[in-house]
Structure formats: structure tokens, C-alpha cells
């Protein structure tokens, strides 16, 4: 079967930096995207992979690594408006998105 | 950027009456559009994948009788809970993808859905 696993919650400071990782299972890739989330909200676009390395955009940057399955997002110098949750999503082989559960992430004072 | 757009944006409605949601992409043709439904503190659930001139390809599990939906436009594509009941109240989102297969989705901002 298909599988995308995400820590549930994290927690960190503001002003620091958190490493949110994503592993999936998929029949075939052609991709992997962040989404963030905050409540109430539908989800918006903060990257995509499809080749290994790491992809630098502002204070976020997604790193893939596809022969172990595994990709993390990198948010540094924290803001309290960074509270929300973070969608890591795998396109498959069928061009199907297939999303894992989401990981909170509370940034405290 | 690309913007998708639904409305309405929160809808209340009487158990057994229906409600139809629009998604409409506002700057690009949407060959393909995708309606979800998330529950409280869960993920996101694909419902349906709908291209544009042909019949929804609906997830199983997902009622096609129940939750119609029509794409007769590149540009517009509708949801319509027919029969609502509480248990169907939620927030349904819907994405759109222009005609490149690779390409990301972009989101609705939502419709809240509440049954009473």
C-alpha cells in the first residue's frame, strides 16, 4: 500500500529553527510537495522536489532524497505566524497526490 | 500566481435539503480539478477527480449518488451534496491543475459546511 509518515505535533522556539521529515512508500514518484495550513484554511503551496538536493526559498528549504524515500522542511529564524500545519504530499505513479497526516507545529514565545 | 476561488465560503443548511459548492480557477484553464473533504484535526481526503467534459472519477468510499460533481468548463467545476445530513458537515476544499501532469495544485480557500 501507499504510506506517507509525518511526525504528528512538534514544538519550537521562536527565532529558532525545526526540521519537519517525511518518509513515503509510494507505487512510483513523480514529486513531493509542502503544504502549509493553518486552521480553518485550506492549504498553500510552499515547495516542491522531484530531484535530490535541497531547494532554498527564504526562510524555508525542502531537501529530498528519493532513494530513501525521505524528504524534510527546513523552517529557520521561526515566527509565531509559522504556527500551523505542514502537508508533505507524494505525487505517484498515476499523477495521484497522496498526502500524509499533517504535522502541527506550535511555536512558542 | 494562480487563484482558485469557491463559494460560498460557509454554508448552513437543514438536514435532507442539498447544497451545491463552486470551484472556479480565476486566471488558468483547469483541465483537471480535485474536490477533498477534511474533517476536524485530520488530513486531507481526495473525494473526487474531475477533468474537464467527462464523468468524476469519485475514491472509494465516496457516495457518487451523494456528492455530484460537474465539470462542464475549463474554468468551473461544482459539488453538490444532495440529501445532506450532520454527518456530512465539513470543510470541502477544492484544487485545481492546469493540463501539465507534474504540476502543483492550487487550492480553494474552502467551504464550511454545517448540517443541522
Known amino acids: 500500500g501507499q504510506n506517507i509518515d509525518q511526525p504528528t505535533e512538534m514544538t519550537a522556539t521562536e527565532g529558532a529553527i525545526v526540521q519537519i521529515n517525511c518518509t513515503y512508500q509510494?507505487?512510483?514518484?513523480?514529486?513531493l510537495f509542502w503544504y502549509q495550513q493553518h486552521a480553518g484554511e485550506a492549504p498553500t503551496f510552499l515547495s516542491y522536489?522531484?530531484l535530490d538536493g535541497l531547494e532554498e526559498k527564504g526562510r524555508f528549504s525542502s531537501f529530498l532524497s528519493r532513494s530513501k524515500g525521505y524528504s524534510y522542511l527546513l523552517l529557520k529564524e521561526l515566527q509565531m505566524k509559522d504556527s500551523a500545519s505542514y502537508l508533505c504530499a507524494v505525487l505517484d505513479s498515476n499523477y495521484q497526490l497522496i498526502w500524509g497526516a499533517g504535522t502541527k507545529l506550535i511555536i512558542k514565545p | 500566481g494562480a487563484v482558485v476561488s469557491q463559494h460560498p465560503s460557509w454554508v448552513i443548511c437543514k438536514s435532507g435539503t442539498s447544497v451545491k459548492i463552486e470551484c472556479r480557477s480565476l486566471d488558468f484553464q483547469a483541465t483537471t480539478m480535485f474536490w477533498y473533504r477534511q474533517f476536524p484535526k485530520q488530513s486531507l481526503m481526495l473525494m473526487a477527480t474531475s477533468n474537464e467534459g467527462s464523468k468524476a472519477t469519485y475514491e472509494q468510499g465516496v457516495e457518487k449518488d451523494k456528492f455530484l460533481i460537474n465539470h462542464a468548463s475549463l474554468t468551473l467545476s461544482t459539488l453538490t451534496v444532495t440529501s445532506a445530513h450532520p454527518e456530512d458537515s465539513s470543510f470541502y476544499i477544492c484544487s485545481a491543475r492546469d493540463g501539465r501532469e507534474g504540476s502543483e495544485q492550487y487550492f480553494g480557500p474552502g467551504t464550511r459546511l454545517t448540517v443541522t
Open positions: 509510494t507505487s512510483g514518484f513523480n514529486g
Open positions: 522536489n522531484v
